[in-house]
């Protein structure tokens, strides 16, 4: 029997990138999902109950997880590191506020089991993250505010558990997530999305900041999805990364963005703009010791996108931007 059939299960952020194929992921399972969401209801899956819930407000929250067996929090402020330098409040307030409310509100609602999405932000710079190795050093400067404001909420779990008694929270640290309902706005998107749209949308030329060296962990929101429900099955309760384990450069993404396109821009890599930090991938044996693998390749999980992208460019303005909505 699936786990989660007959489930109440509550997902905020139940509208974006991973949240759209964790919901359809629960549903087809037979859980009974509830989204909270800011976006426009038409990208909620039809099956789902929504409800719009401003989450930094805490009876939204209490309203939003009664009555819920199981709660997956995944709402958050996604965007660029240029946009966390020049707008770190619009990460750091609304994350506090959302990520605290959101646990303690489960808590006095008794969901059997609670999600909490952190952030790969929460590390130090290294070429490769560890997750026992988070509390002996601080996040790194560029992602200072999103990764000590993720930091809370982990600790705000660690609370629960000495004082409560309570065990039943999950806590994941996805690598850098892309895919379909990503955030495509040109002016704080992530490199994938930003890429996608960018030269889909006819750049030519291709301008890419640095020299495309630098090594990134990237992971399809399909397999963030996937992990997360097997995380909740396997009631596992330590701190989990979710991501590839592989190294993927700057130049290898533009690189499959460019050879699935019928009309090929130039590329132009401006060098006299910052590349970050040389390399920076997870170590996901804590991941596979669950039974975790990702199943979607880089060059798959691009192409889907880039397919998503061109047929869904009617609705990419219709989700939640945050940076728009608190100038």
């Known amino acids: 029997m699936n786990f989660f059939r007959d489930k109440k299960v509550l997902v905020t952020g139940g509208t974006g990138l991973i949240g759209r194929p964790l919901v359809r992921m629960l549903v087809e399972g037979g859980a009974n999902v509830r989204i909270v969401s800011l976006d426009d209801p038409e990208r909620a899956h039809p099956q789902a109950e929504f409800l719009r819930l401003d989450l930094t407000k805490f009876d939204n929250c209490l309203k939003a997880c009664e009555g819920q067996d199981i709660v997956f929090h995944l709402a958050g402020i ?13 990460f750091f307030v609304p994350t506090i506020l959302f990520n605290t409310n959101m646990m303690e509100a489960a808590r006095l609602s008794d969901a059997e089991w609670f999600l909490y999405t952190s952030t790969v932000g929460v590390y130090a710079p290294a070429e490769v993250f560890h997750e026992d190795d988070v509390w002996k050093t601080f996040p790194s400067e560029n992602d200072k505010f999103a990764g000590w404001a993720k930091r809370m909420g982990e600790l705000q779990a660690e609370a629960y558990r000495i004082q409560y008694g309570k065990n039943n929270i999950s806590i994941i640290r996805p690598a850098n997530v892309y895919g379909p309902y990503d955030n495509f706005d040109p002016e704080n998107a992530m490199v994938i999305p930003s890429l996608i749209k960018r030269a889909m949308d006819g750049e030519n030329p291709l301008v890419v900041w640095g020299d495309g060296t630098p090594i990134r962990d990237f992971i399809h929101a399909e397999d963030v999805a996937r992990g997360m429900m097997l995380t909740v099955e396997k009631k596992f309760s330590k701190p989990i990364n979710l991501g590839s384990g592989k190294g993927c450069s700057i ?36 991941a596979r010791s669950i039974g975790f693998e990702p199943n979607i390749s880089i060059e798959e999980g691009i192409r889907g996108t880039m397919r998503w992208y061109a047929e869904h460019k009617e609705i990419i303005g219709k989700r939640y931007n945050v940076f728009r909505e608190n100038k």
């Open 251 to 286: 130049k290898e993404i533009v690189s499959i963005i460019v050879e699935n396109m019928e009309r090929k821009p130039e590329i132009v890599w401006d060098t006299s703009k910052p590349s970050g930090d040389k390399k920076r991938l997870m170590d996901i044996e804590r």
């Open 78 to 90: 996604k965007g660029s590191p240029k946009m966390a330098k020049e707008k770190p409040a619009s």
